[in-house]
């Protein structure tokens, strides 16, 4: 039987501390929710972790609801609003404590196509294109008689484009554009900044949207280039795209990675946030070969050969530093 996800497990948290907190909540009901807590460590922690969560809006909420109440004239509206705007105050607090642990959920939900954290997809379009969507990616996709169109809300893909000279390939994402007519490529946009990389064929990557931009410059096969928000075309780097891009196959390839790019990748594998604290992380490189889909052989090389305490909390990760590293050399795995 699958275990239920985290995202799952802190939903039926919250419906049963709100259900518990109802006076009309029956003993009967107190029994089953006991029974549920009891089921596993995993619920206790996302239960604990409801309560939290609702002591930390309570109290403004009903700061403001009072605040309200002592102002404004009584009346069964007026008694009626306070109350309304609490429960708003209650569920911007909410929602954006939500986005922040897990801040693709927008993209996620407004995209045609994607993909939550730890899990990938692999589609064939209707021209026979094969697209791989990596974990916490959201992509809209139009193919019309004139264009074929993928736009990068967030994460990365990879494509194996079929020729098509009277309808070329193109990718949006932020302010790059990626136009080709038949190639294998992957875009990857994190944080405002974007790259794109050549596995085989050609692909023109220009900033902007326009087909009339004057910053543009032309990859070939194992070519690299990055753009950074509000900075001017860079010139391609020499990569190698099977190493580059072993993710699209389902493995991870760190070689001296600095501790910050892996938590980025940790973030696509493990529903809510990587924190990482502590002094000198910059001194700390990883290198080694670890399944896309394993996070945890991530943790247990960053716990063992690098010394980092990992802790994991509902919806967050956390990787503390030593402030002194007694062994600054990356692994090999």
């Known amino acids: 039987m699958a275990l239920p996800s985290q995202e799952a497990l802190d939903d039926e948290a919250m419906q049963w501390f709100l259900r518990l907190r109802d006076p009309a909540a029956s003993e009967a009901d107190r029994r089953a929710f006991e029974a549920w ?5 995993r619920h206790a922690e996302a ?3 409801a ?6 809006v309570e109290a403004p909420a009903k700061w403001l609801a009072e605040r309200e109440a002592s102002t404004r004239p009584s009346s069964s509206l007026h008694q009626a609003w306070p109350w309304a705007a609490a429960a708003c105050l209650l569920l911007t607090l909410l929602l954006g404590f939500g986005a922040w642990r897990d801040p693709g959920v927008f993209d996620r939900w407004m995209a045609d196509l994607a993909t939550a954290p730890g899990h990938t997809q692999q589609v064939v379009l209707e021209d026979g294109s094969r697209l791989f969507l990596d974990a916490d990616s959201a992509v809209d996709i139009v193919m019309t008689d004139g264009r074929r169109q993928l736009s990068l809300r967030r994460g990365r893909l990879w494509v194996d484009v079929v020729s098509e000279s009277e309808r070329p390939f193109t990718v949006l994402a932020g302010e790059a554009k990626a136009k080709v007519v038949g190639t294998r490529f992957a875009v990857e946009r994190h944080a405002g900044d974007v790259q794109v990389s050549v596995e085989e064929g050609r692909v023109a990557v220009s900033r902007g949207q326009s087909d009339e931009s004057t910053e543009r410059v032309v990859l070939g096969a194992n070519q690299a280039i990055q753009l950074h928000r509000g900075l001017p075309l860079g010139m391609p780097s020499e990569i190698d795209a099977r190493g580059r891009l072993a993710w699209a196959r389902g493995q991870l390839l760190f070689d001296q990675t600095a501790l910050d790019e892996v938590a980025v990748q940790l973030e ?8 990482v604290s502590g002094d000198g992380t910059t001194s700390y490189r990883l290198s080694g070969s670890f399944p896309a889909h394993d996070p945890d052989a991530i943790l247990g090389a960053l716990e063992t050969s690098l010394g980092i305490t990992v ?6 990760t956390w990787l503390a530093f030593p402030a002194h590293p007694s062994n600054q050399d990356s692994p090999s795995l």
């Open 37 to 41: 807590l009891a089921q596993s460590e």
């Open 47 to 49: 239960y604990a972790e």
């Open 51 to 56: 309560e939290q969560l609702w002591q930390a």
């Open 268 to 275: 696509r594998m493990l529903p809510g946030r990587v924190v």
């Open 311 to 316: 802790r994991r909390l509902p919806g967050i």
